[in-house]
């Protein structure tokens, strides 16, 4: 656990800041709600304790490895469920390590914890498959609710679970009153982000339209399947381990109900067009079989099972500079050939770019803060209290809220979350703007127009954008209505209804 801890560390070169979604994670802890936009609010919880703790990136980047440590710890203890030893815990950690799973869990985002939600579910379903009691159930729709707090989803394994039961012997579930309790419990805990999104008007429903029109809609099905695949390079082969294991080997017929939920559930996220690391949440499990069917076949070829170990480390120290930012951004851009044919220069957009579009989030974001704060000191200090950040998207508002917190006033954008978080707009003389000029709507009412400065990180995602920082001042009076409605109807397009 401890390894798996330290390798996260290990993976990212200095020369990176935090990736653009962990800003507005972290600044989620300055506005607590029952929901947000874009995520359910429990990374809002984690988020403050990382303030409390100092909100140093040393934090930011531990909690996404603990919850990973404690899914490779949930991982050994199914193993010793299914009757695997020692082997089959090394055979699943390694796959687990030196995968694509360390790679996702550099970044504070919900999946780390999403992965283990959905490995304590298994886990808890396995435990009940061996000795039935109600705890488990109840158990299971508490560690649902929760998981629904941390990501939606989580729903996907729902779905699988309620079919698996339905098609096995275990559909006597549904007469037990303990899985109605913990349906409930499952309701109660996510209550809050229910009325949220309620008095919100679903905002969820438009931001899944809108990650369908814009980034699922260039996912290939096909892909996807490859993905699961290439995902955990030499440590592949316990895939199809897990899989034929628990079909033909008798010891696990008790548990074929996990071979059901998988298929179902991917077979879900391949109608959808679902990102390929949603399903990651499947793995650990199947790894457990695997591990542990894997192991009794090579029971007699004990010599040979170092090999197999090597088999899973090889390629990932093979490919481990092209797939992790160990790299400075001008050396990934030398290299370019190796990373395109990985097929990871390919961003939202379907295109190819210089470097990975998660390395690219990473860049600029201090250079950025630093010409923010030089348009601040520009503003009159009796002015100050007159004044509003405001910027193209929620990365740069989330970036300038970390690196100049204390120094400047909150930033906001018209854009995902801050949307809701504007100050009041009553008084502005000042705006200092980071992204773009005011469009054309707005140039023709402002007196002043001072640029600051243009971003000029190599590399940077914002860069590519041409984001620049200005100074604006002297507005006609009809900007403050204007803007105002401008506001409203960015906040009512987040509205379902």
């Known amino acids: 656990m401890l390894t798996k801890i330290v390798l996260q560390y290990w993976v990212v070169n200095s020369n990176y800041d935090l990736q653009r979604d962990e800003y507005l994670h972290l600044d989620m802890a300055n506005h607590l709600a029952g929901g947000y936009i874009s995520v359910p609010p429990f990374i809002s919880w984690n988020s403050v304790l990382i303030q409390w703790l100092g909100n140093g990136i040393f934090w930011v980047r531990f909690f996404p490895a603990f919850y990973g440590a404690l899914t490779m710890l949930l991982m050994w203890k199914m193993i010793e469920m299914a009757g695997g030893g020692i082997f089959a815990q090394l055979l699943a950690a390694f796959t687990f390590l030196f995968s694509g799973m360390t790679r996702l869990q550099i970044f504070y985002q919900p999946n780390s914890v999403d992965i283990l939600s959905w490995t304590i579910v298994f886990w808890l379903l396995m435990k009940y498959i061996r ?89 290939s099905r096909i892909g996807f399947i490859i993905d699961q695949f290439i995902f955990f390079l030499g440590g592949a082969f316990l895939i199809l381990a897990g899989l034929i294991s628990l079909l033909f080997y008798k010891p696990f017929r008790a548990y074929r109900i996990v071979l059901i939920i998988f298929t179902i559930t991917i077979s879900l996220f391949v109608y959808f067009r679902a990102k390929s690391y949603y399903s990651l949440g499947l793995y650990p499990i199947i790894f457990a079989f695997g591990s542990t069917w894997w192991e009794q076949l090579f029971n007699r070829f004990r010599y040979g099972r170092v090999a197999w170990l090597v088999i899973i480390v090889l390629p990932f120290f093979l490919i481990f500079k092209a797939i992790f930012p160990v790299l400075t951004p001008e050396e990934i851009a030398r290299e370019g050939e190796k990373y395109r044919m990985l097929g990871i220069l390919k961003w939202e957009d379907g295109k190819d770019h210089e470097i990975p579009q998660d390395f690219a989030d990473m860049l600029g974001w201090r250079e950025m803060a630093e010409l923010a704060q030089q348009a601040w000191e520009k503003i009159p200090e009796n002015e100050r209290k007159n004044a509003l950040i405001l910027c193209d998207n929620y990365g740069q508002a989330g970036a300038l809220n970390y690196f100049n917190k204390g120094k400047t006033p909150p930033a906001v954008a018209m854009e995902a979350d801050y949307v809701f978080w504007f100050p009041k707009t009553d008084s502005i003389h000042y705006v200092l703007r980071v992204g773009h000029a005011p469009d054309s709507g707005f140039l023709k009412l402002i007196g002043k127009i001072e640029t600051i400065g243009k971003l000029a990180t190599p590399y940077s995602r914002e860069r590519d954008w041409q984001t620049e920082v200005y100074l604006l001042s002297d507005f006609s009076p009809e900007v403050k209505n204007k803007f105002r409605a401008l506001l409203s109807k960015k906040q009512g397009n987040y509205a379902a209804y």
């Not at 079919?163 to 303990?178: C, S, W």
């Open 131 to 219: 000795q039935p009691k109600d705890t488990y159930l109840i158990w299971i729709g508490i560690v649902v609710g929760v998981g629904i707090l941390n990501k939606y989803n989580i729903i996907f394994l729902v779905l699988g679970v309620v079919a698996g039961l339905l098609l096995t012997k275990y559909r006597e579930v549904f007469t037990r009153r303990a899985f109605y309790a913990g349906v409930l419990l499952a309701l109660i805990i996510i209550s809050p982000n229910l009325v949220w999104q309620f008095r919100h008007g679903f905002p969820v429903i438009h931001h899944m339209k809108e990650l369908s029109s814009s980034q699922l809609v260039n996912v």
